[in-house]
Each structure stands twice: as structure tokens, then as C-alpha cells.
């Protein structure tokens, strides 16, 4: 029940297409829904976030879908560029309690 | 405004040995948060301090573990090493619980 699962592992997505990447959780006290992104050598950094009474939220090309009765999230980014490669993270958490991330998609932009 | 500092960059020990690693969060961030970053596994939580107290603890052995100082500073101490430690470990500071992390570029250890 807490795990958050990630799909698929990894992506690549010819410049200016839309890169989707999936998420799915059990838990339903989960309340807060981030996307962290990761450049090699650096730590993750927050993307995008979504709270559940909403069903999408969009900033810039980066837009997140969420489905509440389906328990599912995913992330959109739009004319992905070769500097969107990198690993997303989707990760989860009920606030209250510890976060949960997903084990990550590695994305590749060909140029 | 800096950002959070991690120290050293990079590490190699040898099995059995003990490592401690330091954070130091974010100016007026009171919350510290530990992950281990694996191929394979991904991001797994460690552990979460606020305000000198441990709030959480993920599922990892009781050879892993931490402690908060009274500026925030953080340290994390794995003694026994073991093979499998090997990874790249990430400390995280943020205002509010849970909420926009802000990691630092973490800690690369190689136990041989």
C-alpha cells in the first residue's frame, strides 16, 4: 500500500514530442503528489506538484494529469527539448508521514 | 541563498568500517530529511529530523542513523559497512514536512 509505481523505466522522445511518464499508488491517505526531476550529479529537484482536488496542473510545458478514482498521476512535458533529459521521479506522500518515490524514468530527447 | 551542502562529495571505505556524512540545510529550514539512491531501488527514505527530534524513519537496519544538531545541521553515521551500502545518499531540507525538498548533490560511497 505505500508503494508509488512508475512507468515505464525508461523514455525516448524525438525533440518537440510529448514525453508522458505514469504513475500509480494504493494508498488513499496519500495527499500531496510531486515530480522531482534529477540531472546526473545532482540531487532531484521539484518540478511540478499537484494536491488531489484538482485534476491537472500546468506550468510552462510541464503538466500534471491526476485521476483520483483511478489512483493515478502522470506527468506531460511538451516539446521536449534535449535539455529535458534527465531521471523523473514521481513520489507521493500522506503529509503526515514519510514520502514515497517511484524507482524513476530516465528520459532521453534525441536532438 | 545557499543551498544545501553536502559533505564529503564522494567516499570509499572498506567492509566493516563506519562513515558519517554531514548536511547542512538550507538557511531557516528546520527539516532534514536522509534518502539512500540506488539503480536499481531508486530514492528510499531513510530518515526525517525537525527540530533536533527523529519524525520518521524508513525501513533500513538499525546500523543506519542519525542525528540533528540545534542550527539544523544534519548527520547521518553507518557503522558495519557493508557491500550493499554502496550508493549515492541524499539529504533534503525543507520548511514544511514533505513539501518542496531541496536536496543536496549527496554523497557517493563506494564500500570495497
Known amino acids: 500500500q505505500q508503494q508509488v509505481k512508475q512507468s515505464p523505466q525508461s523514455l525516448i522522445v524525438q525533440k518537440g514530442g510529448i514525453s508522458i511518464i505514469n504513475c500509480a499508488y494504493e494508498?488513499?491517505?496519500?495527499?500531496?503528489f510531486p515530480w522531482y526531476q534529477q540531472f546526473p550529479g545532482k540531487g532531484p529537484a521539484l518540478l511540478i506538484a499537484?494536491?488531489?482536488?484538482?485534476s491537472e496542473k500546468k506550468e510552462g510545458r510541464f503538466t500534471i494529469s491526476f485521476n483520483k478514482s483511478a489512483k493515478q498521476f502522470s506527468l506531460h512535458i511538451m516539446d521536449s527539448q534535449p535539455g529535458d533529459s534527465a531521471t523523473y521521479f514521481c513520489?507521493?506522500?500522506?503529509?503526515?508521514?514519510?514520502?514515497?518515490f517511484g524507482k524513476g524514468t530516465r528520459l532521453h530527447i534525441l536532438p | 541563498k545557499a543551498g544545501v551542502t553536502q559533505t564529503p562529495r564522494y567516499l570509499i571505505k572498506t567492509r566493516g568500517q563506519q562513515v558519517t556524512l554531514s548536511c547542512s540545510p538550507i538557511?531557516?529550514?528546520?527539516?532534514v530529511s536522509w534518502y539512500q539512491q540506488t539503480p536499481g531501488q531508486g530514492l528510499q527514505f531513510l530518515f526525517e529530523?525537525?527540530?533536533?527530534?527523529?519524525?520518521n524513519k524508513g525501513n533500513f537496519p538499525g546500523r543506519f542513523s542519525g542525528r540533528q544538531f540545534s542550527n539544523s545541521r544534519s548527520e547521518m553515521n553507518v557503522s558495519t559497512l557493508e557491500l550493499g551500502d554502496s550508493a549515492l545518499y541524499l539529504c533534503?531540507?525543507?520548511?514544511?514536512?514533505?513539501?518542496?525538498?531541496?536536496f543536496g548533490s549527496g554523497t557517493q560511497l563506494s564500500v570495497l
Open positions: 533534503a531540507s525543507s520548511l514544511e514536512r514533505n513539501e518542496k525538498l531541496f
Open positions: 529530523y525537525f527540530s533536533e527530534t527523529q519524525r
Open positions: 513520489a507521493a506522500t500522506p503529509h503526515i508521514d514519510k514520502i514515497i
Open positions: 494508498n488513499t491517505a496519500f495527499d500531496y
Open positions: 499537484i494536491r488531489p482536488d484538482v
Open positions: 538557511s531557516g529550514h528546520r527539516s
